[in-house]
């Protein structure tokens, strides 16, 4: 029997990640772009800019308060922080109760909100409409530590370095490709939002040190753990390799993974694992592609979950 499809609208379609997650939606075998809504591109056809969708929907731009009558199924909230609560209390005033995940960090710290990294969270899921969609660094930094959350003592220092994509399409000395060029720009070095997001998930203190770098696209993560007790660097190996040995969009690798392997890619790669003489500090590299495993393909994760579908339906694990 042919099964219906889900719709799915998205708000802030003009992003970079917007972009992802169509691509990814209309590839998807379940779900059907419902809607897409963009100021910027307002009446312009969705596929002269993501040439992967091959309908005839255009970009709109409705008012918050008309968004219920668009009728779809699931929401994605692609918002600057900030600017969601509008959307959904248009919902709420409707009487609607569309899934919706979102992609800025107005929820991450409120528990009404299921926080969906299905890697970490996904045992805790269980049917929740509203769902916080993780920040990109903060995917790489809990999944790089997390194996390892027993055995901390004292905060992790994490070192992060993104692609300029991960500054939005908004103009910003993090996203002028000429002012980046030869350089490696370091900013919010203290109190960043996805420090004390990480902080907050896993329970135990991390300080977060972020750059901007001259590459488009692409995280490279690493994280500096102080332990309890000594470790050996074939301890470390098998207990992330156990941990992850199920988990297809996460890779244990030997030597430290590269940013640019990693780009376009939907998992994320963990390795590079050091260990001091005394066993008792272990150094870990991570590297992800802020737009996908960091973004879109964590929403599609959540998508597919909250409709009940395999988790991996429409990922390409393989690219």
Known sequence: MHESPITVGIVGARGHTGVELIRLLAAHPRFEIGFVSSRALDGQRVADHVPEYQGELRYGAPEHGALPALGAEAVVLALPNGKSDACIAAYDAAGQDPVIVDLSADHRFDDHWHYGLPELTRAAYAGQRRIANPGCYATAMQLAIAPMREL????????????????????????????LRDNLMPYALTGHVHEREVSRRLGHAVEFMPHVAPHFRGITL????????????????????????????????DEAPWVSRIAGRHHVEIGGFAVSLDGRRLVVVATEDNLLKGAATQALQNLN???????????????
């Open 152 to 179: 901390l003592e004292g905060p992790v220092q994490c070192f992060g370095v993104s692609g300029y994509s991960g500054a939005g399409t908004t103009p910003s000395d993090r996203n002028d490709p000429a002012l």
């Open 222 to 253: 690493t994280a500096n753990l102080h332990l309890s007790r000594p470790v050996t660097l074939q301890d470390v190996q098998a207990r992330y390799a156990a941990r992850f040995a199920n988990e297809p969009l996460v890779r244990i690798v």
């Open 305 to 319: 979950l909250a409709f009940g579908l395999d988790e991996f339906t429409g990922v390409p694990l393989n690219g």
